[in-house]
């Protein structure tokens, strides 16, 4: 059987989707205090996630593909027209959110913020981490 992704993009995959899983709960429970109807909520946020996911999963794969192409230029027009692809499925997502009564909105825009926010969590503690190991190294030196 051909795969079509590669370990790296199940790796990010795995990275994403449980912590992605998470915030729709998190989100969930706080339309439900904040009065938004559940099933609304509920759609809106698988519809988004499922949005997310599948841009995720069409950026590794025209990103790793590119390279194949043969020149330049080709790779280019590559990304393009995968970045027009998956631009039409996040934007019929978003669409699909504001205008169909089973999904609310925000429930529907908020997982394509999701991998921003996971990965600038990830720079941000990475960072944290290697300036209290330079600090602790200056500490050790004096």
């Known amino acids: 059987m051909k795969r079509y992704l590669s ?17 729709d709960v998190l989100i969930f429970l706080l339309c439900l205090l904040f009065g938004v109807h559940w099933l609304h909520a509920l759609c809106g946020l698988l519809l988004g996630t499922a949005a997310m996911t599948v841009n995720m999963a069409l950026l590794a794969y025209s990103a790793e593909h590119a390279v194949d192409r043969g020149s330049e230029k080709a790779g280019k027009r590559y990304m393009f027209s995968f970045y027009l692809i998956r631009f039409t499925i996040m934007g019929a997502a978003v669409a699909a959110g504001f205008l169909f009564e089973p999904f609310d909105p925000v429930c529907t825009y908020l997982p394509l913020l999701y991998p921003k926010l996971f990965y600038t969590l990830v720079g941000v503690k990475d960072h944290l ?13 004096e």
Request: proline fraction near 3%.
């Open 7 to 23: 370990e790296l993009t199940h790796e990010q995959l795995g990275f994403l989707l449980p912590r992605s899983a998470v915030m």
């Open 129 to 141: 981490r290697f300036r209290l190991g330079e600090k602790a190294k200056s500490k050790d030196k």
